[in-house]
Nanobody, 124 residues
Framework: QLQLVESGGGYVQPGGSLRLSCATS????????IGWFRQAPGKEREGVSC????????YYLDSVKGRFTISTDGSNDVVYLQMNSLKSEDTAVYSC?????????????????WGHGTQVTVSS
């Protein structure tokens, strides 16, 4: 059964770190890109990062470059999003999604399968 399950969200102070996990099943990361998205209250969902295990490419939203790192666990088909130097504006529900093919795309419609999301709250 195809599934994506996020974990690792929580409450952290500004400047802190969290590592999100996206556990996948029912397909291989060798053939499909995985994207991380977030949606803050009252705002549209935005793409944060994406990884293609197939060609090694990654993508980052400008506002998270240098702070977030996306990676895969080669043996367990888990995708991680390491988030450092967190800011209050990073507060959102973070979701992972599977792309239609192995390469990343900035279009939400390219991602047909989604997890339920995990809440990240950055506040002092």
């Amino acid at each position: 059964q195809l599934q994506l399950v996020e974990s690792g969200g929580g409450y952290v102070q500004p400047g802190g770190s969290l590592r999100l996990s996206c556990a996948t099943s029912g397909f291989s990361l060798d053939y499909y890109a995985i994207g991380w998205f977030r949606q803050a209250p009252g705002k549209e969902r935005e793409g944060v990062s994406c990884i293609s295990k197939n060609d090694g490419s990654t993508y980052y939203l400008d506002s998270v470059k240098g702070r977030f790192t996306i990676s895969t666990d080669g043996s367990n088909d888990v995708v991680y999003l390491q988030m450092n130097s967190l800011k209050s504006e990073d507060t959102a529900v973070y979701s992972c999604a599977r792309g239609a093919y192995y390469y990343c795309s900035g279009s939400e419609s390219y991602y047909a399968y989604w997890g339920h999301g995990t809440q990240v709250t950055v506040s002092s």
